[in-house]
């Protein structure tokens, strides 16, 4: 099947500094991505959708400033965390839907675990 | 509208015995809706998927039944096994939201030996 790829799989950082996590598709191409945050024991929460060569779409109650895409190319999408506080810490996952067979299925990265210090 | 209601939380069943896990949707617009399966600390994969013209879909030890005048679906997994401990997530996509997959909270499995 397709394979979604993120980097970095783990990172810790301090409070105020900001980090960049990217999402990649590596055998096959993108123009839709989309963004997931997953706290400890909950579910997969949409953050965005992320769109090659236009802007992102956010979810009600989620900060674009804060939380920046960029669809850079049609296998990779960056989600940067501006300014990062404890209460960003989470599992950030990405995935993006790929055509197999007769129909289109939506493929996940392995997740990024952020925590903030 | 666009909740999927995921039930129970948690489960524990012995070793050769079913797991069933039910879901209910409200957006009568989803028309795709697949099952994952995701294990501690990685991404979820998919398991199973049935679209709503389906009432069931079988595929090895898991099945997809499929109500769509109710509006439920569920997952069972037969011949359970301790492999099978992990959570699993139903899902639903589709109408306006297209790729947009909105996740039920999570069934956490615990298969005994």
């Known amino acids: 099947g397709a394979v979604v790829s993120q980097h970095p799989s783990w990172v810790i950082c301090k409070s105020g500094t900001s980090v960049k996590i990217e999402c990649r598709s590596l055998?096959?191409?993108?123009?839709?991505m989309f963004w997931y945050r997953q706290f400890p024991k909950q579910s997969l929460m949409l953050m965005a959708t992320s769109n090659e060569g236009s802007k992102a779409t956010y979810e009600q109650g989620v900060e674009k400033d804060k939380f920046l895409i960029n669809h850079a190319s049609l296998t990779l999408s960056t989600l940067t965390v501006t300014s990062a506080h404890p209460e960003d810490s989470s599992f950030y996952i990405c995935?993006?839907?790929?055509?197999?067979?007769?129909?289109?299925?939506?493929?996940f990265g392995p997740g990024t675990r952020l925590l903030v210090l | 509208q666009q909740q999927v209601k995921q039930s129970p939380q948690s489960l524990i069943v012995q070793k050769g015995g079913i797991s069933i896990i039910n879901c209910a949707y409200e957006n009568t617009a989803f028309d795709y809706f697949p099952w994952y399966q995701q294990f501690p600390g990685k991404g979820p994969a998919l398991l199973i998927a049935?679209?709503?013209?389906?009432s069931e879909k079988k595929e090895g030890r898991f099945t997809i039944s499929f109500n769509k005048s109710a509006k439920q679906f569920s997952l069972h997994i037969m011949d359970s096994q301790p492999g099978d401990s992990a959570t699993y997530f139903c899902a639903a996509r589709g109408g306006t939201g297209g790729f947009k997959t909105i996740f039920g909270a999570g069934t956490r499995l615990f298969v005994k030996a």
């Open positions: 055998d096959f191409q993108a123009t839709t």
């Open positions: 049935i679209r709503p013209d389906v």
């Open positions: 995935s993006a839907p790929a055509s197999t067979g007769s129909q289109e299925t939506q493929y």
